[in-house]
């Protein structure tokens, strides 16, 4: 049961989730409910192809994916292409996602930081238990490492959104509105996306084999659910490509109306 839970949501992230993330650089590519739409298209084969290409030319890392991926996720294109068009072209879509992925990247942000409590609570009962009362409960350090990892990986996007991670700013902070926008939808772009596919593209064979056996801790007390802990990853690849979507289209919209 577990393997094609993994496996759907591998397929909703890499067919679904990164071919929208293309929508905002449509929009500013073309305008109109079927140039944008193509545009959108064009632009997500690229991708998808500069992804091959990558994954011909870095055999060691195993990710050329098989000809049966390869049918399935044209598939998912050419439905994602006739939605985008139904619903109005790239500008619409990109309108009417930008609101729920912010809502859920703030959501989960918000959420997980309440978790910095609860582990300070945790780690300090786990002192006091040890040293003052001299008993010791594994599952107990274990959800330390849980909830670090939970506020780590999920709050990323989070942080993202609301300009929160050490920015090394010399010249963006005092550029010009305009200017600043055009470094954010670049570096989105241009850094942010790839890595977040290619981390998502490596991490789901290792979180797969881990739902496919449904990992628990080496430890008897411990925690019997190391499949979550490491499901975070694409979590947080997910999580923080939704961040840079909103940042994309917000630029997009600035760039659009100082052209």
């Not at 067919?15 to 997500?44: D, E, N, Q």
């Not at 050490?166 to 989105?188: C, S």
């Not at 979550?228 to 840079?244: E, R």
Request: hydrophobic share 60%; charged share 10%.
């Amino acid at each position: 049961m577990l393997t094609p839970i993994g496996d759907m949501l591998n397929w909703f992230a890499a067919g679904i989730v990164f071919p929208l993330m293309a929508l905002p650089l449509a929009v500013i590519v073309a305008g109109g409910r079927t140039a944008s739409t193509l545009a959108w298209l064009v632009i997500a084969v690229g991708i998808a192809g500069g992804g091959v290409l990558f994954a011909q030319l870095a055999p060691i890392l195993n990710l050329a994916p098989a000809l049966r991926q390869s049918v399935v996720f044209a598939v998912m294109l050419a439905v994602l292409f006739g939605a985008i068009f139904a619903a109005g072209g790239a500008s619409r879509v990109t309108t009417l996602l930008l609101p729920p992925l912010s809502a859920i990247t703030r959501t989960v942000g918000r959420t997980v930081m309440w978790l910095l409590l609860a582990m300070a609570l945790v780690q300090f009962s786990v002192v006091l238990l040890r040293y003052v009362f001299g008993v010791n409960f594994i599952f107990m350090q274990e959800s330390v490492t849980y909830m670090h990892g939970a506020v780590f990986l999920l709050a990323a996007g989070y942080a993202l959104l609301t300009d929160d991670h050490v920015r090394v700013d010399i010249f963006y902070r005092e550029a010009p509105a305009r200017r600043k926008a055009l470094i954010n939808f670049l570096g989105t772009y241009v850094f942010l996306f790839p890595i977040c596919l290619l981390l998502l593209w490596t991490a789901s064979p290792y979180v797969a084999n881990s739902w496919s056996v449904a990992e628990g801790s080496t430890e008897t007390s411990g925690i019997q659910a190391v499949f979550i802990l490491k499901s975070f990853i694409p979590a947080f690849a997910i999580l923080l490509a939704m961040g840079g979507f909103v940042i994309a289209a917000r630029a997009g919209e600035i760039l659009r109306e100082r052209a």
